[in-house]
């Protein structure tokens, strides 16, 4: 059984270029949340999608943007990249009414120089 | 919002010691996770603990929500306990699903 699977694994990107990153969830669950890891510290939440919506989101600008196809899989879109967006990107998935059984993958880290 | 706090930053053990890890919550919650985060940043998920006691080989849990705190027990430890540690917490209502993370502990245990 397949867990969480993201890509790219590492990601150099320029200040003020795009970046998507990609997220397939584990068999079985049908919500994905995005994390933003900063060097040293606990993950932050970015939002979270449930049926192809954004259902929460956390203290992110609007740069920060996401979407979930109907196969459950999601994409992170970040614009006009800063060099503050350097960051260890994780995505979690789950079966929406569950507190428990998430699944990280291994996220993606993107450098932007 | 909530506030997770993580007790010892930092923790430098020999093979075979025991130790416990500490998290401490501002508020209510329904949910609470212990997790490892293993040298290659994936998370592994060790407990989902909102209250109460569990075990699972070497480690332990503990949760008194009505105190706001919970604990991490690993006996014997190994140099492949080594990694970062993670208490997260979680709400219900319109903030279900969304995970607040503690800052972390770093466990380096030397053979």
């Known amino acids: 059984d397949a867990g969480v699977t993201q890509s790219p694994t590492h990601l150099i990107k320029t200040r003020g270029q795009q970046v998507t990153l990609r997220c397939s969830p584990k068999?079985?669950?049908?919500?994905v949340s995005w994390y933003q890891q900063a060097l040293g510290q606990g993950p932050q939440f970015i939002f979270q999608?449930?049926?192809?919506?954004?259902?929460q989101r956390g203290n992110f600008p609007d740069r920060f943007s996401g979407h979930q196809f109907p196969n459950y899989s999601s994409e992170l879109n970040v614009n006009a990249l800063l060099l503050g967006d350097s960051a260890l990107y994780l995505c979690?998935?789950?079966?929406?009414?569950?507190?428990?059984?998430?699944?990280f993958g291994s996220g993606t880290r993107l450098t932007v120089v | 919002g909530i506030q997770v706090e993580q007790s010892p930053p930092d923790l430098i053990l020999q093979e075979g010691a025991n130790s416990t890890l500490r998290c401490n919550f501002s508020?209510?919650?329904?949910?609470l996770q212990w997790f490892h985060q293993n040298p290659w940043g994936q998370l592994i998920n060790l407990f989902y603990?909102?209250?109460g006691t569990k075990q699972n080989g070497r480690l332990s849990a503990t949760t008194v929500a009505t105190e706001r705190y919970s604990l991490l027990y690993i006996s014997s430890s190994q140099t492949t306990d080594s990694g970062v540690y993670f208490c997260?917490?979680?709400?219900?209502?319109?903030?279900?699903?969304?995970?607040?993370f503690g800052q972390g502990t770093i466990l380096t245990v030397h053979p």
């Open positions: 603990i909102p209250s």
């Open positions: 979690a998935s789950s079966l929406i009414g569950r507190n428990y059984g998430y699944t």
């Open positions: 999608y449930y049926e192809e919506e954004e259902r």
């Open positions: 508020d209510s919650v329904n949910n």
């Open positions: 997260a917490v979680g709400l219900g209502g319109t903030s279900y699903g969304k995970l607040t």
């Open positions: 068999s079985g669950h049908d919500t």
